[in-house]
């Protein structure tokens, strides 16, 4: 079997790439990495840290000498250019994991957010297509938009809401995108789609992500502020937001690849309640002076204190859309099958990672 991932230095795609040698190290005959450089890094570096790192699991640190025989890395920069690397090998899986993850909300960051994610996944699977037999393309549970209610796992036709960013509008645009380009060039089309990604459940050690974003720089922002101000967060007593260990994500996807199953939502069956986990967020980094309000919170409304306009000017601009949106229920049944969803009390969960991060000081790993 012969495999290219993307995002392979990402907090998703490594853990891919940890289960895919965990899972199907007998039939991996060898994985392509595209990296990029990154400052005085080369890409091949970059690799060797991130399998020899402490947060390496224990099979990748057993069988390193067999797995880096498997292991061809390319510069990024070749990666449009398949036959620079590959000749006239066929790659039986293309997992395409990188992203570009910006939650902005701003006109002017919408180009970018496009570029990165929509035409990028555009052009790599048009150089691709007379190489790979299946595209496997990880999007994210949220692509649908701001939609409420109960959500299945095939977002063809969906979009009654509104998307909360450009980042959700560019996954969603790249999976039309693919499940037309895949019937006309007779290509199957996988899409999964894992929701907030929070850290370990099962691997070691507990609790361990690679990057901190989403509620982790929620409490980074008041575990930094040494400010008294009183702050409203704006959000409801029906808000929640689906979290999912990363290291559940991965096997999950690995498990799925080889299976014909063309869209999957890789998430909780159950919402963590914003205004719970948010308390105990706030309990942990000890800060105090905090309240929750249903009332719409900008420049227009007027803002109580310093603090309180300095969040909603900065990450509260991100975070805010998703702390107000209509709250989901998803069917996990076609999941489950897969994997069961481990069993974990979810409040709990999100204050075990938010206190490893802050013990971590929410430093992300530099690979």
Avoid: C
Wanted: charged share 20%; no cysteine; net charge neutral.
């Amino acid at each position: 079997m012969k495999i290219i991932l993307t995002g392979a230095t990402g907090t998703l795609g490594s853990k891919i790439l940890f289960s895919l040698f965990e899972q199907k190290s007998q039939n991996i005959e060898k994985v392509f990495l595209p990296i990029r450089s990154k400052n005085s890094t080369t890409p091949e570096e970059r690799i060797q840290k991130m399998l020899h790192s402490e947060y390496a699991p224990n099979f990748i640190k057993d069988n390193l000498p067999s797995i880096l025989d498997r292991i061809q890395v390319i510069d990024a920069a070749l990666l449009l250019d398949p036959t620079s690397f590959l000749k006239d090998q066929k790659i039986e899986f293309f997992i395409h994991s990188a992203g570009f993850v910006n939650l902005s909300t701003d006109h002017s960051a919408k180009e970018d957010i496009f570029k990165e994610n929509y035409e990028f996944t555009k052009d790599i699977f048009t150089a691709y297509t007379p190489f790979i037999t299946k595209f496997v393309y990880i999007s994210t549970a949220f692509a649908a938009g701001d939609i409420g209610g109960v959500l299945d796992n095939d977002y063809s036709n969906k979009h009654k809401g509104k998307y909360r960013n450009h980042y959700e509008a560019s996954k969603h645009a790249s999976e039309k995108f693919l499940l037309e380009a895949g019937v006309a060039h007779n290509i199957p089309i996988q899409i999964l789609r894992p929701s907030v990604l929070g850290g370990n459940i099962k691997d070691h050690p507990h609790f361990f992500i690679s990057k901190y974003m989403v509620f982790y720089l929620f409490a980074k922002f008041f575990h930094n502020s040494n400010s008294k101000d009183l702050i409203r967060i704006s959000t409801t007593d029906t808000a929640g937001l689906n979290i999912i260990p990363t290291d559940y994500a991965a096997r999950v996807i690995v498990k799925a690849m080889e299976t014909d199953i063309g869209q999957l939502n890789i998430v909780h069956s159950k919402e963590t309640n914003l205004m719970t986990g948010m308390s105990k967020i706030f309990d942990i980094v000890g800060f105090k002076n905090f309240s929750f309000t249903q009332d719409k919170i900008n420049g227009d409304t007027g803002f109580k204190s310093d603090l309180e306009k300095f969040y909603y000017e900065t990450i509260g601009v991100h975070l805010n859309p998703y702390m107000t949106s209509r709250p989901n229920q998803w069917d996990t049944s076609v999941l489950e099958s897969i994997l069961p969803i481990p069993t974990y009390d979810l409040e709990e969960y999100l204050a075990q990672t938010v206190t490893f991060a802050k013990s971590k000081k929410f430093r992300s790993q530099q690979w």
